[in-house]
């Protein structure tokens, strides 16, 4: 969905108003999506940061800097 696009989300968000099935099959899909958010995994998640900010090495000219270049992505995550 093109978060640009109104007319799209107006579309979306009264599909699932009318469509019952719809909306119950969203909302297993997003309980079940949130089953992975848990205070281990999170921990896990910013050890994994901390230890990559830990390692880099910031004298070399190859290492990031500041900008957009810097953030680490969620999927490259364990």
């Known amino acids: 969905m093109n978060p640009r696009q109104p007319r ?32 281990d995994a999170s921990l896990r998640a910013h050890l994994a940061v901390f230890d990559r900010v830990a390692r880099l090495d910031l004298k070399e000219p190859s290492a990031p800097r500041r900008g957009r270049g810097c953030r680490v992505k969620a999927d490259a995550l364990p």
């Open 8 to 39: 799209t989300i107006a579309d979306a968000l009264l599909r699932v108003l009318v469509q019952l099935d719809l909306a119950r099959a969203l909302i297993e899909r997003g309980r079940a999506r949130t089953r992975a958010f848990t205070w």
